[in-house]
Each structure stands twice: as structure tokens, then as C-alpha cells.
């Protein structure tokens, strides 16, 4: 399974969302600079999560978006999902013969327990600088 960068800029936006939550609606073109990231592809992004439910938008001269839920309550696997679809390591796991098929549906649950159990506040909290309490992931 591979995420593309429509899975990885979503995090993005979502994380970005997740750190500044309860500070007022943030805008695109800020998490844009702030990355170096293409504004019109993250309005592309923005569009399904704010459908999913994920976030909210608010109109105005200060406007922008912000979370529709508490980070805590937001996973990364809810973030993949609506903008990868379903997560499955490889294509028609029911046609494998049984070791295979096993093998693939262990590492599809595998990434899915990651994902679902690591919450953007997780992914928000985490700091890059090498401290022992830096969040761990593992698959």
C-alpha cells in the first residue's frame, strides 16, 4: 500500500489544524506557505474532508477551517480513508490461495490498527527534535 501525496498533504492540513485548534479558523494559504505546498492542490484536498465531516468551514474575511471534532477524536486512518479510499495492501485478497491471502490481510489489519490508533493529536503532539517522549510508530 502506498500513500500519495493527496494522504500525506491531507495529514498535512489535518495536523495543522489539530495545532492550532481552538485558535479560530485557519486558511489554506497559511498551511500552504508554512509547507511549501501547492494552495490550489490543498482546496482540492479540503473539499471530500470537509464532506466527510472532518472540518468545517468558515466564510468571511477571517475565515478558513477548522476541525468539526476534538483532535483526540479524529484518526489517521479517517484522514486515508476518505482521501485514498479503502486500505489494502494489494488488489482481490480473496483470490489469493490461503497463505498469501492470510500474509495480506495480517499486514492490511496490521497497518489499519496503526492507523485507526493514532489520532492527529498524536501526530500534532509529536515533536521532531529527537526528545524521549516522541511519539513511536510501529507496523
Do not use: C
Not at 511549501?36 to 472540518?55: C, F, K, M, T, W
Not at 480513508?81 to 489494502?88: A, C, F, K, Q, T
Not at 488488489?91 to 492507523?115: F, H, N, S, T, Y
Request: hydrophobic share 35%; aromatic share 6%.
Amino acid at each position: 500500500m502506498k500513500i500519495s501525496t493527496k494522504g500525506r498533504y491531507g495529514l498535512t492540513i489535518m495536523i495543522e489544524l489539530a495545532k492550532r485548534h481552538g485558535d479560530g479558523p485557519t486558511s489554506l494559504k497559511t498551511i500552504a506557505s508554512a509547507h511549501d505546498l501547492s494552495e490550489h492542490y490543498l482546496e482540492q484536498l479540503i473539499a471530500p474532508l470537509r464532506n466527510a465531516g472532518l472540518v468545517k468551514s468558515i466564510r468571511g474575511a477571517y475565515g478558513g477551517y477548522i476541525l468539526s471534532k476534538e483532535p483526540s477524536e479524529i484518526s489517521s486512518g479517517d484522514i486515508i480513508r476518505v482521501l485514498e479510499g479503502p486500505i489494502s495492501p494489494v488488489e482481490g485478497i480473496e483470490d489469493e490461495e490461503p497463505a498469501k491471502r492470510e500474509l495480506w490481510i495480517r499486514i492490511r489489519d496490521a497497518v489499519k490498527d496503526v492507523l485507526d490508533n493514532t489520532t492527529i493529536e498524536d501526530l500534532a503532539s509529536h515533536t521532531s527534535d529527537g526528545e524521549s517522549d516522541a511519539y513511536m510508530f510501529y507496523i
